[in-house]
């Protein structure tokens, strides 16, 4: 089986331009592709994952990988699955992440000279003259096309900004770009970016002529995977200071039924017919094939060692034990106190594991909190000073845990 024939089969191709050149250059090492973050946050989360193991996947079968960096195209926004504008960001900002994304990536992807390569398309794209850009690629794009496009429907009712309606030009114009300076063939996205790579592609055709071999790939459920990593309404990131290696385990630990063996065939490097054998389990089984996932992702981000701390915190807490030693800890500071006391509400802000008191309390109200083992009833109900100098472990729901110091 080739490399193509594998992405295939882990369920990760949705649309591509022209499979069969496609299959030949994936299968022979030959294409030179990328793909692009990006950066409005100063971490990669666990949505980037099918990327980035995908840049690996095919490294290791002789492709070259671009990562590109979105410094520029991050200036704009993309609008594509979004229900209003992406807020603003300073250039300042937009570098500082880009540098923590580089950092991330360097666990997943080998670069070097013939290896990988990181791009950043602010080098290009800020110093484009409007006039020039109205000229040479305005006149290549439909407007009436690009109405059309799903990435724009679903913002035409609310509105949609003249600013982020350039988005498409500006994602079109990077494949044009690497294609001409860095010999990219080919370009990966997630299927909600079908419209903004077949832009991409049409402009290398109609600028450079139709013998030009631009290719799209987009992956079948990267738009979906974009929900994947987020937890009640936060992200799960790869950075471990703003989520945990356990908290990062704890998270694919609890993934759906449903879900654990596609993630597994997406996500992980177990051979196929491992994989396979495991879609006869059932019922208890679905539970070890979780563990065998958040493991997997959990080393592949943060190490061996931190998987296996967290999987054995982890497995105590499931089996009722009490290793709390690598559980995700808050610290209870004497400002936070009133009168020695501290109410379990203002404990779950404080560690970010509700947003408001108005949830905090429908929780309660719900029994889907308990305090040291002890479900709350009360919706202010406190815990003291004394307390929290023995440790303090709130559960919300069936498998979020958190514990609290003083």
Not at 101 to 110: A, P, T
Not at 306 to 329: C, I, V, Y
């Amino acid at each position: 089986m080739g490399i193509y024939e594998e992405l295939i089969e882990r369920g990760l191709i949705a649309q591509v331009t022209n499979e069969e050149e496609i299959r030949e250059m994936v299968n022979a090492g030959k294409a030179k592709f990328y793909i692009g973050f990006d950066c409005t946050a100063d971490s990669l989360t666990a949505g980037h994952f099918m990327a980035l193991t995908l840049m690996k996947r095919l490294q290791m079968a002789g492709n070259q990988p671009i990562a590109l960096i979105g410094g520029g195209t991050t200036m704009i926004g993309d609008p594509s699955g979004r229900s209003d504008m992406r807020k603003m960001l300073t250039r300042e900002d937009i570098d500082h992440n880009a540098e923590c994304f580089r950092k991330q990536m360097e666990r997943f992807i080998e670069f070097g000279e013939g290896k990988a390569q990181m791009v950043n398309n602010a080098d290009w794209l800020l110093d484009l003259n409007y006039v020039d850009v109205l000229r040479e690629v305005g006149a290549c794009f439909s407007v009436n096309n690009m109405l059309r496009a799903e990435c724009y429907k679903q913002r035409m009712e609310k509105g949609l900004s003249f600013f982020e309606f350039n988005y498409m030009i500006m994602q079109s114009y990077d494949f044009y770009y690497l294609f001409q300076h860095y010999d990219c063939n080919m370009q990966f996205g997630g299927d909600d970016q079908w419209s903004n790579m077949l832009g991409g592609t049409e402009l290398i055709r109609k600028k450079l002529g139709k013998d030009a071999h631009a290719m799209t790939i987009t992956l079948l459920t990267d738009s979906n995977g974009k929900k994947m990593g987020k937890t009640a309404g936060n992200a799960v990131w790869l950075d471990a200071n703003k989520t945990s290696p356990y908290e990062f385990y704890q998270y694919w630990r609890n993934v759906e039924d449903a879900d654990v063996l596609k993630c597994i065939r997406m996500l992980t490097f177990i051979p196929l017919d491992e994989i396979n054998e495991m879609d006869k389990w059932e019922g208890s089984e679905l539970n070890k094939a979780k563990e065998i996932l958040a493991f997997e992702l959990t080393q592949m981000v943060h190490g061996t060692e931190e998987a296996e701390k967290a999987q054995t915190a982890a497995r105590a807490l499931f089996a009722g034990g009490s290793d709390d030693s690598n559980m995700p800890q808050t610290t209870i500071e004497d400002a936070d106190l009133e009168d020695g006391k501290i109410t379990v509400l203002a404990m779950m802000i404080k560690a970010e594991m509700i947003k408001s008191n108005g949830e905090g309390r429908r929780l309660i109200q719900q029994g889907g909190v308990s305090v040291n083992g002890e479900k709350v009833v009360d919706v202010f109900h406190t815990v003291t000073a004394d307390d929290l100098a023995e440790g303090v472990i709130i559960k919300k729901g069936k498998k979020v845990f958190r514990k609290f110091t003083k």
